[in-house]
């Protein structure tokens, strides 16, 4: 069966829970919540991050979550809430569609980087 990107989008969307930046913003500096920023690193550069987020482009996630694997990433445990925005909200509904494929749970979209900036969200420049 063939997935166009809008049914790929409508599923992530509809597996993963998006959450307001308010919300979010409680979740902000939690030992047990990982914020993680799925945009390329030039747009991190040009706009900041959620402070302590993780920067991992959306084609490297899997990677980095896989304990199995090589490149993965101690701050990845299935124990903890992963909060992951990019700039409009696509691509971290992908990357948590498939983090919750791969077993992690607690997972939420905050959507785009705007509606952190724009609730007033604390900014970490790179």
Same mark, same amino acid.
């Given at each position: 069966? !063939? $997935?166009?990107? %809008? %049914?790929? &989008?409508? #599923?992530?969307? #509809?597996?993963? /829970?998006?959450?307001?930046?308010?919300?979010?913003?409680? +979740?902000?500096?939690?030992?047990?919540?990982? @914020? =993680?920023?799925?945009?390329? /690193?030039?747009?991190?550069?040009?706009?900041?991050?959620? /402070?302590?987020? &993780?920067?991992?482009?959306?084609? &490297?996630?899997? @990677?980095?979550?896989?304990?199995?694997? /090589? +490149?993965?990433?101690? *701050? @990845?445990?299935?124990?903890?809430?992963?909060?992951?925005?990019?700039?409009?909200?696509?691509?971290?509904? $992908?990357? =948590?569609?498939? =983090?919750?494929?791969?077993?992690?749970? *607690?997972?939420?979209? &905050?959507?785009? @980087?705007?509606?952190?900036?724009?609730?007033?969200?604390?900014?970490?420049? !790179?």
């Amino acid at each position: 069966m !063939t $997935l166009t990107v %809008q %049914q790929m &989008l409508a #599923a992530a969307e #509809a597996a993963v /829970p998006r959450i307001s930046a308010e919300e979010a913003k409680g +979740l902000a500096g939690r030992a047990d919540v990982v @914020f =993680l920023d799925v945009r390329e /690193p030039n747009e991190v550069a040009a706009s900041g991050k959620v /402070p302590g987020a &993780l920067t991992i482009p959306r084609g &490297l996630v899997e @990677f980095r979550a896989d304990p199995a694997s /090589p +490149l993965h990433d101690a *701050n @990845f445990d299935r124990a903890k809430t992963i909060v992951a925005y990019c700039a409009s909200g696509g691509r971290s509904a $992908l990357v =948590l569609k498939t =983090l919750k494929d791969m077993g992690y749970e *607690n997972v939420r979209n &905050l959507g785009g @980087f705007k509606a952190w900036l724009d609730a007033g969200g604390a900014v970490e420049k !790179t």
